[in-house]
């Protein structure tokens, strides 16, 4: 795959990290069992609630009598017909995407449980705004998770599936709209490393009160300039770094960020400052086509021959090439160098692995005239 000015331009997978492997979500109906009459004299009933986690195995949460720590007393007279109607609510809620105000009755290992009129739903602990553990980071998620039992928070319907009895949460996504309005590409943010992952990580963005709001992620090929074979290499999980965002998808609630553009690319210029001179002769590992002719890099060839179709470049010629002491990335890279033109003639930058060659381009496009060409280039290369 060929990427242009540092960005890979085939599409990368961005997981929705909607439900992680500790998380867990409702499996089974919510039943409302009558309490025995040895437990109470009183004709209450106790809710209880079966939870089923990724890993397969089956927790439940037991009368509130026995274990307060995990859940409430929810007592209510509500029967089929009223739950009926608020699953249809709940249906509603997923389907326009409003938010509304639902009290936290307990939790468990993987999340909330969450007031919904009759139903009780499910607010897994990474849906959570981020917030709530950056601000108090040396507390464990369950301690944080005690605190907030009969609060009230704003939450968005995920998944309302009234025939498996599963209604999931999210505040996160509620608090989207509000925060996410004031952040435009090119924005530079703190933030902290939520969680790690092997496509990249997960950054926790500081606002301007001081607080962690939204999340987003940077792709193992946005974290270094070097080549970055195992992101937990580079970042760990509360790591403080600086991001720039680079991408919003409001449609999908999303914002890719980057760490290395934040940085200069060691090849801004020309070929000159990133082939390292050789300690021993003083003089820079470069070879010059003097007439010869240099093997373009796999897959240049033919990005070299589109080039060639489109109007206003008139020569391509590979001038010279070198190697680099370290491997930046073995995918192919090209730049257009900022070099100011020659007569004409503008420097164009390829590499793969340690190779680095550079081209003159004859043309009589401009600089971004060039950059559009090489774009639609790179688009019709497969």
């Given at each position: 795959m060929a990427v242009f000015g540092g960005a890979n331009l085939g599409s990368?997978?961005?997981?929705?990290?909607?439900?992680?492997?500790?998380?867990?979500?409702?499996s089974c109906p919510l039943k409302l069992l009558p309490s025995s009459s040895s437990s109470s004299s009183s004709n209450r009933t106790s809710l209880l609630c079966v939870v089923k986690?990724?890993?397969?195995?089956?927790?439940?949460?037991?009368?509130?009598?026995?274990d307060q720590s995990l859940l409430r007393d929810t007592s209510t007279d509500a029967g089929p017909p009223r739950m009926s109607t608020d699953w249809k609510l709940a249906k509603a809620y997923c389907k326009s995407g409003d938010t509304f105000e639902g009290e936290v009755e307990g939790f468990n290992g993987g999340g909330l449980l969450i007031r919904f009129h009759s139903?009780?739903?499910?607010?897994?602990?990474?849906?959570?705004?981020?917030?709530?553990?950056?601000?108090?980071?040396?507390?464990?998620?369950?301690?944080?998770?005690?605190?907030l039992v009969g609060s009230t928070l704003p939450v968005k319907v995920v998944q309302a599936d009234e025939e498996n009895k599963k209604l999931i949460?999210?505040?996160?996504?509620?608090?989207?709209?509000?925060?996410?309005?004031?952040?435009?590409?090119?924005?530079?943010?703190?933030?902290?490393?939520?969680?790690?992952?092997d496509y990249g990580a997960f950054i926790h963005l500081r606002f301007d009160d001081g607080l962690y709001h939204l999340t987003g992620l940077v792709h193992v090929s946005e974290v270094s300039w070097d080549y970055v074979q195992d992101v937990r290499d580079v970042l760990r999980d509360g790591d403080e770094v600086r991001v720039i965002v680079t991408n919003i998808d409001k449609e999908k609630s999303r914002i890719?960020?980057?760490?290395?553009?934040l940085e200069d690319d060691p090849l801004?210029?020309?070929?000159?400052?990133?082939?390292?001179k050789d300690s021993s002769s003083g003089s820079p590992s470069l070879s010059s086509s003097n007439g010869d002719t240099i093997e373009p890099l796999p897959g240049l060839e033919t990005i070299l021959e589109e080039l060639l179709q489109e109007d206003g470049i008139e020569a391509v010629k590979i001038n010279r090439q070198g190697f680099e002491k370290r491997v930046v990335s073995q995918d192919l890279q090209l730049w257009l160098s900022?070099?100011?033109?020659?007569?004409?003639?503008?420097?164009?930058?390829?590499?793969?692995?340690?190779q680095v060659q550079e081209i003159h381009l004859t043309t009589s496009l401009d600089q971004q005239g060039i950059k559009k060409a090489l774009q639609r280039v790179l688009e019709r290369v497969p």
């Open positions: 990368v997978s961005f997981s929705s990290h909607l439900l992680n492997q500790h998380s867990c979500f409702l986690s990724f890993s397969g195995s089956v927790t439940a949460g037991t009368d509130t009598s026995s139903l009780v739903g499910f607010l897994p602990y990474p849906q959570l705004t981020p917030s709530r553990s950056c601000k108090e980071p040396q507390k464990s998620i369950h301690e944080i998770a005690k605190t949460l999210s505040e996160k996504l509620a608090l989207w709209p509000k925060y996410s309005q004031n952040v435009n590409v090119g924005d530079v943010f703190t933030g902290r490393v939520g969680s790690v992952e890719t960020l980057s760490i290395k553009q801004l210029e020309t070929l000159d400052k990133v082939i390292l900022n070099t100011p033109p020659s007569e004409g003639k503008f420097v164009l930058l390829a590499r793969a692995g340690r």
